[in-house]
């Protein structure tokens, strides 16, 4: 089993939309979780870190269910400049390394 | 400075060739990595130094040699390299080793390399 599992999509939404997706990891002692976004040949660049309580940033909100061991984000009224591709990342407690999931494409359409 | 510069930008290279991507950062992170990206597919780990010595090694052919002359450079040497080894190579820097609560990875904008 994948250490993290991400729908890979495509999403195509129109603009003005709500958008969720879903990142699922096997690992339950996983401390730190992260929202990345990589438009195409480009580097990923965060976009947010994921809290317990969950946390927004603008029209951005990701959320952590330890409980059923996923995260997601939720993307409000959806720009055109939304469109990239959205990998999530988990990293196991006492682990040297962060997992990647496979990310998942989305196009914003006008 | 928060910046993680990776030079060059676009690479093109023989299989008989060698040469170095390089990697530089002005944050004081003391950690820092080497990904490989194919196209459509999540970065996959090559490398990872910590405080300058080399900690992971993802069972990478030895025909990829990292090389932290300092805690601010990263190099990573390439010779004889395979066409399947086209990718985009990123290099990336955390303040603290992967592992530490909450340490996010700042990445580079990578190489794209073609090796023909």
């Known amino acids: 089993r994948k250490e993290v599992e991400q729908d890979p999509g495509p999403f195509n939404v129109p603009e003005g939309a709500t958008v969720a997706f879903n990142c699922t990891y096997s690992?339950?002692?996983?401390?730190?979780f992260f929202w990345y976004r990589q438009d195409c040949r480009k580097e990923p660049k965060l976009l947010m870190s994921v809290y317990s309580s969950g946390n927004e940033d603008g029209r951005f909100t990701a959320q952590l269910n330890r409980a059923s061991q996923y995260i997601s984000l939720l993307i409000r009224d959806s720009k055109l400049s939304d469109s990239a591709t959205y990998l999530c990342?988990?990293?196991?407690?006492?682990?040297?390394?962060?997992?990647f999931g496979t990310g998942t494409r989305l196009t914003v359409i006008p | 400075d928060t910046e993680v510069t990776q030079t060059p930008k676009h690479l093109v290279m023989g299989m008989t060739n060698k040469k170095s991507l390089k990697c530089e950062q002005h944050m004081g992170h003391r950690a820092m990595y080497w990904y490989k990206q194919k196209a459509k597919k999540p970065p996959e780990l090559m490398f990872v130094y910590s405080y300058e010595k080399l900690s992971i090694n993802e069972s990478v052919p030895s025909r990829f040699s990292p090389e932290c002359p300092n805690s601010s450079l990263l190099n990573l040497h390439l010779h004889a390299l395979q066409p399947e080894d086209s990718a985009l190579y990123l290099c990336?820097?955390?303040?603290?080793?992967?592992?530490?609560?909450?340490?996010?990875?700042?990445f580079g904008s990578g190489t794209q390399l073609s090796v023909l």
């Open positions: 990336a820097s955390s303040q603290g080793p992967t592992g530490a609560t909450n340490e996010k990875l700042f």
């Open positions: 990342v988990v990293v196991p407690t006492g682990a040297n390394n962060l997992f």
């Open positions: 690992n339950s002692a996983s401390q730190s």
